[in-house]
């Protein structure tokens, strides 16, 4: 029993060894290659994008700006966020995030907004575009055309990153259109014993909220509806069997585990034994 664990000692150290020394040349980058072949090793198939329009929600946060000819309009339009921004500037610094909460619209659950002077405003169920349009009409009944901008946006991306994330937690990214690749990275990425087959998304839509199981592993999620993120999407990680064992994540705690094991083994025979 002896010699078996001092050879799985032997052969340990020259797969650690093996492992775990890189050269620099897989390092390096921009390197002045002797044999070079050219910068590209391989190309994919061009994957056209399939999105749809993103219809407001309950609780979406949308930034309304609306700018007129006439300066005292402006401060009227503009109340809600100069109020907000005194609020802010009182009660300490705010992220990013924490700003479009403060100075844009939370759609209530009867899907309305309260804008100055215009009064309630139903967004719920519109795309940005047409809740541009329907705000522009009621700006009309105060200016007259082209005396006036308008401009509506989601606050950024909100989602939610649970499960085998190495920062598990709630985000805001502050962009238009966000992949759910971009998500993953901006929250740690996945660790090692992440289904990334079966990554489960939970999705609201106006009717009620949807699971999908996506396999991250498939090039194809590029051409689908599931590569771009939605406001309030939820991303849950599944951990692999191997958790549930117990087992090792690398080869280090793989060893480590199977050493112990054949010692303990090894120390009950011994016993038994004696």
Do not use: W
Request: with cysteine; glycine share 8%.
């Amino acid at each position: 029993m002896n010699k078996i664990l001092k050879n799985l000692f032997f052969f340990g150290v020259i797969a650690l060894g093996f492992y775990s020394c890189v050269p620099n040349k897989k390092m390096i980058y921009m390197q002045q290659l002797e044999e070079s072949q050219g910068p590209l090793i391989e190309s994919s198939n061009k994957y056209s994008y399939e999105t749809e329009e993103y219809l407001l929600q309950i609780n979406d946060i949308v930034e309304i700006t609306i700018k007129t000819t006439d300066e005292d309009l402006n401060l009227i339009f503009g109340a809600i966020s100069n109020e907000n921004q005194t609020s802010a500037q009182m009660g300490g610094s705010q992220g990013a995030g924490d700003a479009f909460f403060l100075n844009g619209y939370t759609i209530d659950e009867r899907g309305m907004v309260e804008i100055p002077l215009i009064g309630e405003v139903k967004l719920l169920g519109l795309d940005t575009r047409q809740a541009k349009e329907l705000i522009e009409t009621e700006v009309l009944k105060y200016v007259k055309a082209n005396e006036f901008f308008v401009r509506v946006r989601l606050g950024g991306i909100r989602f939610s990153a649970l499960g085998e994330f190495t920062r598990s937690g709630k985000y805001t990214i502050l962009q238009n259109r966000v992949t759910i690749f971009e998500a993953i990275a901006f929250a740690g990425d996945l660790n090692r014993v992440a289904k990334r087959d079966q990554v489960l998304l939970v999705r609201q839509y106006p009717d009620g909220s949807q699971i999908h199981k996506i396999n991250l592993l498939d090039r194809d999620l590029l051409g689908s509806e599931f590569y771009f993120l939605k406001p309030n999407d939820l991303i849950y990680a599944e951990p692999m069997k191997v958790r549930e064992l117990g087992a090792g994540t690398n080869l280090v705690e793989t060893l480590t585990l199977l050493t112990t094991t054949i010692t303990a083994i090894a120390l009950v025979l011994t016993l038994i034994k004696n």
